[in-house]
């Protein structure tokens, strides 16, 4: 199995809604929450405050990134 690598420039279509994404600029993982203007909107896996990316820095999580992400919004579910 290869990982991901994390500083790959990858040219894609701009990251649907729902997508979890890593922010090039501060590493910090996000779920898309939309677009306005010209950027993307990130919201922290535990909910929170969006913040806008521009596009071309954000890139697809690395797997270990991903399942971080995931265990960090079934937490919140069980309220740990």
């Given at each position: 199995?290869?990982?991901?690598?994390?500083?790959?420039?990858e040219?894609?279509?701009?990251?649907?809604?729902?997508?979890?994404?890593?922010?090039?600029?501060?590493?910090?993982?996000?779920?898309?929450?939309?677009?306005?203007?010209?950027?993307?909107?990130?919201?922290?896996?535990?909910?929170?405050?969006?913040?806008?990316?521009?596009?071309?820095?954000?890139?697809p999580?690395?797997?270990?990134?991903?399942?971080?992400?995931?265990?960090?919004?079934?937490?919140?579910?069980?309220?740990?």
């Open positions: 199995m290869t990982a991901r690598n994390p500083d790959a420039v040219h894609t279509a701009s990251p649907g809604v729902g997508a979890v994404m890593v922010d090039r600029r501060n590493g910090k993982v996000g779920v898309v929450m939309g677009h306005v203007g010209p950027y993307v909107q990130l919201r922290p896996p535990r909910g929170g405050r969006e913040w806008d990316v521009p596009p071309e820095d954000v890139r999580p690395t797997t270990a990134e991903e399942l971080s992400a995931k265990v960090a919004v079934a937490n919140r579910r069980w309220g740990r």
